[in-house]
């Protein structure tokens, strides 16, 4: 199968893409697998320490143009690195990482003053910042437009007050990528998006987020209490936030399909390793036909979920809106995941119930796909929107 994989691999990545996957494939393996035991244990990465490695080694600027502090690389390079990345054994701190490169930082980019890249984007991209996006609130997740943080300007700033919840990277990050209310007139042009630095006066971290999974991924309860910023800390125009923010859910939903088809094989290697060795009366574990079909069956939905981002990546390379498919790969890789994680632990037995087991990890951090950053329903809505019904 490896030298099929390989072929396969060719048609869409060349020599300078296969550095850059070896080159993430090391710093995962040397730099980051060996602390997650430890990481998960203790509830938190050391994101400034990680992130300060990676941008060493321009990992965190893939995509982003070399003028502020990228590599400047394709839409390859930039899935080579999402898919090395995705085989960090627990889907924590991909997650973690991903918001620094895919959720906090491309609004950015794409809408942002030279000031606002020359102070938060480029040292970002260096690891020098760790950044956050902060949309949910405890009465509005999913439901952006009805979010109630508001920022009012005064003069040449802006006073937010308001709390937001469920923000990954949200105990270290030193800004936060905040959307707020700037009107109380109805419709999606009453949100803007601010920055705001966290070492603000009436800027707190409430508490660390007790989760059942992803525990190495810091997730944290924020308040703003006459938070005061510069008005030129607003990215783009005010009253657009929203729109910007729906733009950059593209960016930020695009991870989870690699992370769905890499993790899920990742989980089913495991798991054929294990069954290969457990004998149940006398044979093999892995000779059982229900379970070698029940394993076909999700390497054929990885096969058209790998292909569907394929395509996605061409899209995106002609300019062409992926929003559609985006959001159905981003519901199929939650419910892939949910699927194969279940199986496998079935699969292990008892054993895969222990906390101890990696597969057990696999499960625990599997969840969540399906609801953060767009919930499986919501994807539902935007495609049959996008379908006319």
Known sequence: MGSKMKSAAQLYFNKDHEMVRQAVRDFVIKELDPHLDDWEEQGIA????????????????????????????????????????????????????????HSAT??????????????????????????????????A???????????????????????????????????????????????????????????????TVGRKLDKIGMRSSDTAELFFDNVRVPAENRIGEEGEGFIYQMRQFQHERFTTLPLGYVASRDMIDLTVEHIKKRIVFGEPLVRKQVLRHRI????????????????????????????????????RAGQLLRQVSDGCVQMFGGIGYMNEMLIARYFRDA???????????????????????
């Open 367 to 389: 969840r969540i796909v399906s609801i953060a950053g767009g919930a499986d329903e919501v994807m539902c809505d935007v495609i049959a929107k996008l379908e006319g019904f």
């Open 141 to 203: 997740g999913s439901d952006v437009a009805a979010l109630r943080t508001f920022a009012v300007k005064e003069g040449d700033t802006y006073v937010i007050n308001g709390s937001k919840i469920y923000i990954t990277n949200g105990c270290q990050a030193d800004f936060i990528v905040l959307l707020a209310r700037t009107s109380e007139n109805p419709g999606y042009h009453s949100f803007s998006l601010i920055i705001v630095p966290t070492d603000t006066p009436g800027f």
């Open 46 to 101: 050391p994101l400034h320490e990680i992130f300060r490695k990676m941008g060493d080694l321009g990992f965190l600027g893939i995509r982003y143009a070399t003028e502020i502090g990228g590599q400047g690389l394709d839409l390859w390079a930039d899935l080579v690195f999402l898919e090395e990345i995705a085989h960090i054994k627990a889907m924590s701190l991909p997650i973690s990482i991903y918001i620094q490169t």
């Open 106 to 139: 491309p609004v950015i980019d794409e809408f942002g003053s030279e000031y606002l890249k020359e102070t938060y984007l480029t040292p970002a991209l260096a690891g020098k910042l760790v950044a956050s996006i902060a949309i949910t609130e405890p009465d």
């Open 296 to 331: 076909a069956n999700w390497l054929t939905e990885i096969e058209c979920l790998k292909n569907l981002t394929f395509h996605i990546v061409r899209m995106k390379e002609a300019g062409l809106d992926v929003t559609r498919e985006v959001s159905m790969g981003k519901l």
